[in-house]
T-cell receptor
C-alpha cells in the first residue's frame, strides 16, 4: 500500500501560469515533507521542504502547502517556466528529516511539462 | 527483497583513516545513488550510477570515491575526511535513471569524523 501518493502522472501548463502538483499521504506519523525535482538521466535533487509544524513554506517561485487534517500537500510554481519541465517527487519522513530512523518514502512522481 | 541495505549503520573514523560504506539491493534496479544528509537538512545528491557507470558527480570532493562493482552493489570509499563530513550517508536505487517511480532509500550510515 502506497504511503505517499501522487495521483497525477503528468501535468501540462502554459508558461507564465501556475503549476500545482499534489501529493497525499496516509501515515499520520509523517512529520517532514519534501519535494524533489528530477531531470532525465539524473537523480532526484532537493527542491523545497516543509515541517508538520507549518502549513506553508515559500522559496522564490516555489511554495509548498501542507494540510495535515487532509493529509495533503501541494507544490505551487508560479510563474511556471519551460526550465521547470521535469518529474516532481513528493517524499515524506517520520523523524523530522533526521534520517536516523525510517526512510524517505517517495511518491511515484508527476511529470510537469511547461509549454512556451 | 524490496530493500536497500546499507552497512555499517554507524561509523566513527579519524581524519587519516580509510573506510568504505557499502550499499546493496537485489531488486534488479540499474540506477543507484549516494546522498549526504546533514542534521535537520534534506538529503543532497552526491553521485549517480547508471548501469554500473558513474553518470553524475555533483561536485563532490575527491576524498569521497564511489565504486559500483556490480549491478547490486555500490560502495563509497572515504579517505582523509574532515569533521564537517560527519553526516548521514544515504544510498538509494531506482529501476533506471529515467524511472518515474520505484525510488527506494536505505536507512543510511551515520558517519562521525573525529
Amino acid at each position: 500500500d502506497q504511503q505517499v501518493k501522487q495521483n497525477s502522472p503528468s501535468l501540462s501548463v502554459q508558461e507564465g501560469r501556475i503549476s500545482i502538483l499534489n501529493c497525499d499521504y496516509t501515515n499520520s506519523m509523517f512529520d517532514y515533507f519534501l519535494w524533489y525535482k528530477k531531470y532525465p538521466a539524473e537523480g532526484p535533487t532537493f527542491l523545497i521542504s516543509i515541517s508538520s509544524i507549518k502549513d506553508k513554506n515559500e522559496d522564490g517561485r516555489f511554495t509548498v502547502f501542507l494540510n495535515k487534517s487532509a493529509k495533503h500537500l501541494s507544490l505551487h510554481i508560479v510563474p511556471s517556466q519551460p526550465g521547470d519541465s521535469a518529474v516532481y517527487f513528493c517524499a515524506a519522513s517520520g523523524d523530522r528529516g533526521g534520517g536516523s530512523q525510517g526512510n524517505l518514502i517517495f511518491g511515484k512522481g508527476t511529470k510537469l511539462s511547461v509549454k512556451p | 527483497d524490496t530493500e536497500v541495505t546499507q552497512t555499517p549503520k554507524h561509523l566513527v573514523m579519524g581524519m587519516t583513516n580509510k573506510k568504505s560504506l557499502k550499499c546493496e539491493q537485489h531488486m534488479g534496479h540499474r540506477a543507484m545513488y549516494w546522498y549526504k544528509q546533514k542534521a535537520k537538512k534534506p538529503p543532497e545528491l552526491m553521485f549517480v550510477y547508471s548501469y554500473e557507470k558513474l553518470s553524475i558527480n555533483e561536485s563532490v570532493p575527491s576524498r569521497f570515491s564511489p565504486e559500483c562493482p556490480n549491478s547490486s552493489l555500490l560502495n563509497l570509499h572515504l579517505h582523509a575526511l574532515q569533521p564537517e563530513d560527519s553526516a548521514l550517508y544515504l544510498c538509494a536505487s531506482s529501476q533506471d535513471p529515467d524511472s518515474n517511480y520505484g525510488y527506494t532509500f536505505g536507512s543510511g550510515t551515520r558517519l562521525t569524523v573525529v
